[in-house]
């Protein structure tokens, strides 16, 4: 994921806000849970009778997640996505983190018309590190944060009329929400609480060589997930004695799986 200086593209970003707003004609953003923690914001058409293909020039939006948390693009519209991070206490939250996603194409990319009412993939990222807490969501134009820092407010320029000409302006109402649907996960939903896992002892941690775990709940699946997001190990057999010696020091996630839940606890190898 690229990363870049938020104050660096401040003068890009506003300028697409001095566009006028359609009257009719417009978009909004929402967050499509695709399971593993990957999760996919599409761009949602207002309800028109308009038939003319949108065509997108550069669009963008900011996602806020708890503090400590990453995430990394895996895919965008036109494969050029970037993020700029910037640090929750920066903008006065220290309980959260940020990301401003933009993407301009270097030719306009079309989509579906807005009567088809097609919800359009813009970006795909991935979560990392399986947290079991906090909330991400695509942050609303109208919040206080957006209205205090308005580069983070979400945008699309394109063009939606069938007119002869391109003419590009901004399609996400920059003074409403500017989501629609679901535009939040909360992470602790995700896994179960400590009293769905009776009695689970995870030991010794740090740990160098046999992470041992005990537990009156039948675990049906152990997982352990880098700082990356990346799967390093994944058993479902022998899964009260973990060999983990071939791992490089440093922090890991433990998931535990029971059923179709799941808990996960951060442990250290030495």
């Not at 309980?95 to 009412?117: K, M």
């Not at 945008?155 to 002869?164: I, L």
């Not at 190990?233 to 799986?257: A, H, P």
């Amino acid at each position: 994921m690229k990363i870049q200086k938020i104050t660096a593209i401040y003068i890009l970003i506003v300028s697409f806000f001095t566009v006028q707003l359609h009257a009719q004609d417009g978009y909004t953003y929402t967050l499509i849970d695709n399971g593993g923690y990957s999760y996919t914001i599409g761009a949602v058409p207002n309800t028109s009778t308009n038939t003319f293909a949108t065509s997108i020039q550069s669009y963008g939006f900011t996602i806020i997640i708890p503090d400590g948390v990453t995430a990394s693009i895996t895919s965008s519209l036109g494969n050029g996505a970037s993020a700029t991070f910037f640090n929750g206490s920066d903008v006065g939250d220290s309980s959260i983190d940020g990301y401003l996603i933009t993407e301009t194409l270097g030719s306009p990319i079309s989509i579906a018309a807005p009567s088809s009412g097609t919800t359009t993939n813009m970006v795909t990222i991935q979560v990392n590190g399986a947290p079991t807490s906090g909330t991400m969501y695509i942050l609303e134009n109208n919040s206080s944060l957006a209205a205090t820092v308005t580069p983070l407010k979400s945008f699309m320029s394109a063009d939606m009329e069938d007119d002869g000409s391109a003419m590009y302006s901004n399609r996400v109402d920059p003074n409403g929400t500017g989501v629609s649907g679901s535009s939040s996960v909360d992470f602790s939903t995700l896994s179960v609480t400590q009293n769905e896992f009776l009695e689970l002892t995870i030991y010794p941690n740090p740990v160098k060589d046999i992470l041992y775990l005990t537990s009156v709940t039948p675990i049906t699946k152990v997982e352990i997930i880098n700082t990356n997001g990346q799967s390093v190990l994944n058993s479902t057999s022998n899964m009260e004695q973990l060999d983990v010696s071939r791992l490089q020091s440093g922090v890991y996630f433990l998931k535990i799986y029971h059923q179709k839940h799941s808990m996960t606890k951060k442990i250290v190898k030495l």
